[in-house]
């Protein structure tokens, strides 16, 4: 699968491969396209293949496989598009080194795979563009300029619900898979119909999702049972934009107040989002926000930043039967959850080290 | 030192590092942590809150993210106001100051809080639940407890205020959450209980107020503070803030604004002894 980390280099070099010159209307050819094609292209189509997955990086290493990148993470950011957030893929663009970057350093021995979607509304042609979960700058930037941001919306409630869904649902990842947590962010200005339709499901994920992947699902789950599901699978947020109160408050009930975080701009979301992986993952003291984020947001950010779960993550980590996969583990087949796990080393590991006394 | 200023679990001093810290007697525990004394590097006391097991570390978790946002807060108005020696309204010395929250890999990843009382000296604290079982206290005394109390959660209000917040999340009073230093007259909050009153308009003076007014001895001079606490323990339906100033007005009149030494009795006896005289 391959050992290319990100690196600003190689978002410069898709950048200008792509055509990217400007930081502004990178979606203008392909919001063209599917206005005269009536289709998404099919790398950000939700309709088109639509499980996502987060995998693990392993090459071939004498007839077994060997792990090239660390442990996966998902990281999946889904951003509303509508009405005055029309230009927000403009955004993430711009900020996606900043952001890789950010998230990187709080998260040690993974391998961040991000998946970077955007959503409107049920009215619009295209409610959801959810690309694949990638983790090298060339195939990011061309999953981001393949976005068509509707920037319409109708009514003021979006329909994120959709991208909510697609996580719980439509998405097979490592983390899961080991018994930890992807993270989920949903960032809007708005609050949601947060009704769940099946023929808004089959528009967007095409018309055989529930002859295919979703062939188990025997009823419709509520908006609090994908909510539910969602969160039993991912680190869930909602970074609210613009902080106006009543969305705020509608996503503090649906969600629950450890869920929500209020943003001015969507330019902090590097400092927001790595803030958020780092302070659920432990890697981040909480007291250090103040010295990192402070300077980027104010005080509500921070406020909520203080009330998210901290170490849940890690919480989760602990209870694993083994170590996190790291770089140059073997697993004996592709399929195998765990690498091949040195015996004497897990009971070196077990022991608590003599010179220290314990507390 | 009085035989009351004992929170010390007397272990014998030990040492043991953790990150910069040196973590030295034990001197409390609860079901989730167990408390010690410490050092930082620059020799400067500290309280380190060790979780119990990996599980436990959720509690001073949540606390971490508590104390963190009161310690912003303050700062942000230290920051904006800029006070003088004279008008410093020195929240900072209501709460503890978390100095870092960690998991500790050498401790079986148990989560550490640690934390700074600044301006404290660490011999003369005393919770405010020892107290209140073992002595009772003037009216002088009880106001001043009382009063940093009720600052306090005015605090909490004006934290809701800066951070947007449609309503105001107080912490649930327990009088186990308070350390005391009757010299300077400290009153400390130090532990933050999990469960919190989330209100818009509350009436929860009332519960504090009540708590104060069962423990306090007034005499028939200070009437007005009797009558005062009876009021809030009744119709306590008034922010925190209100009943503050409602409170420094009845002090004011009374006593004006004097430092009183801490003067109590033990339960059961009639004789009054102050700090002063021993």
């Known amino acids: 699968m391959g050992d290319k980390p990100f690196s600003v280099d190689s978002y410069v070099s898709a950048r200008r491969s792509y055509g990217i010159t400007s930081d502004k209307d990178v979606t203008r050819a392909a919001e063209r396209q599917a206005r005269a094609t009536g289709k998404l292209s099919e790398i950000v189509d939700p309709g088109i293949k639509p499980m996502r997955y987060s995998k693990i990086r392993l090459n071939p290493h004498r007839k077994m496989w060997i792990t090239t990148m660390g442990c996966p993470m998902d990281i999946e950011v889904s951003c509303d598009t509508t009405g005055s957030m029309g230009g927000e893929v403009d955004t993430e663009m711009k900020i996606l080194p900043k952001l890789y970057e950010a998230i990187a350093r709080v998260l040690p021995g993974y391998d961040p795979q991000l998946c970077l979607g955007i959503f409107g509304d049920v009215v619009d042609d295209f409610v959801l563009c959810r690309p694949q979960f990638e983790m090298e700058a060339e195939k990011i930037v061309r999953y981001l300029k393949e976005m068509a941001p509707q920037r319409a919306g109708g009514d003021s409630p979006e329909d994120p619900q959709y991208a909510m869904f697609a996580r719980a649902y439509l998405t097979n990842a490592y983390t899961n898979r080991i018994g930890l947590k992807g993270y989920h962010f949903i960032v809007t200005d708005a609050t949601c119909h947060g009704s769940i339709r099946r023929q808004d499901i089959q528009r967007i994920f095409g018309n055989n999702v529930f002859e295919n992947e979703l062939k188990n699902m025997r009823e419709i789950p509520s908006f609090e049972k994908v909510i539910k599901d969602l969160k039993a699978k991912t680190h869930q947020f909602i970074l609210v934009v613009d902080k106006r109160s009543s969305a705020y408050e509608y996503w503090r009930e649906v969600c629950g107040k450890k869920s929500v975080v209020r943003i001015s701009t969507t330019r902090q979301l590097p400092e927001v989002i790595s803030a958020i992986i780092g302070l659920t993952e432990g890697t981040v003291d909480i007291t250090d926000i103040g010295n990192t984020v402070a300077y980027h947001c104010d005080s509500p950010t921070i406020y909520d930043l203080n009330n998210i779960e901290i170490g849940a993550q890690a919480k989760l980590r602990q209870a694993l039967p083994f170590p996190i996969p790291k770089i140059g583990d073997i697993f004996r087949t592709k399929e195998d959850l765990w690498p091949i796990q040195p015996d004497e080393k897990v009971e070196d590991e077990e022991k608590p080290s003599t010179e220290i006394e314990y507390l | ?278």
């Open chain 2, 1 to 278: 030192m009085h035989r009351f200023f004992y929170i010390l679990i007397q272990e014998g001093v030990r040492t043991t590092k953790v990150r910069d810290f040196e973590v030295k007697n034990r001197i409390g525990e609860s079901d989730k942590y167990r408390v010690y004394l410490g050092e930082k590097a620059d020799g400067s006391s500290v309280v380190l809150k060790v979780a119990k097991t990996f599980e436990d570390g959720d509690v001073l978790a949540f606390e971490a993210g508590k104390f963190n946002i009161m310690k912003t807060v303050e700062s942000e108005i230290r920051r904006f106001q800029n006070p003088t020696k004279e008008n410093d309204s020195h929240y900072d010395w209501l709460f503890a100051k978390l100095e870092a929250s960690f998991i500790e890999s050498s401790q079986g990843g148990r989560r550490i809080n640690v934390y700074s009382l600044p301006n404290v000296d660490f011999d003369k604290l005393i919770p405010l639940s020892k107290l209140m079982a073992r002595i009772e206290v003037d009216a002088k005394t009880s106001a001043w407890i009382l009063g940093r109390i009720f600052k306090l959660y005015g605090f909490f209000e004006l934290i809701a205020v800066a951070n947007d917040q449609s309503t105001v999340e107080y912490p649930v009073f327990s009088i186990g959450d308070y350390l005391i230093e009757p010299e300077k007259h400290r009153v400390i909050f130090y532990n933050f209980p999990e469960k919190n009153v989330d209100v818009v308009a509350n009436d929860y003076v009332k519960e504090i107020a009540k708590t104060f007014l069962e423990w306090a001895v007034i005499e028939e001079e200070d009437k007005a503070y009797r009558e005062l606490l009876e009021n809030l323990a009744r119709d306590g339906s008034m922010t925190f803030e209100a009943a503050h100033k409602m409170m420094y007005a009845v002090i004011e009149e009374l006593w004006g604004r004097k430092y009183h030494t801490f003067t109590y009795r033990d339960k059961g006896t009639l004789i009054w002894k102050n700090l002063k005289e021993e």
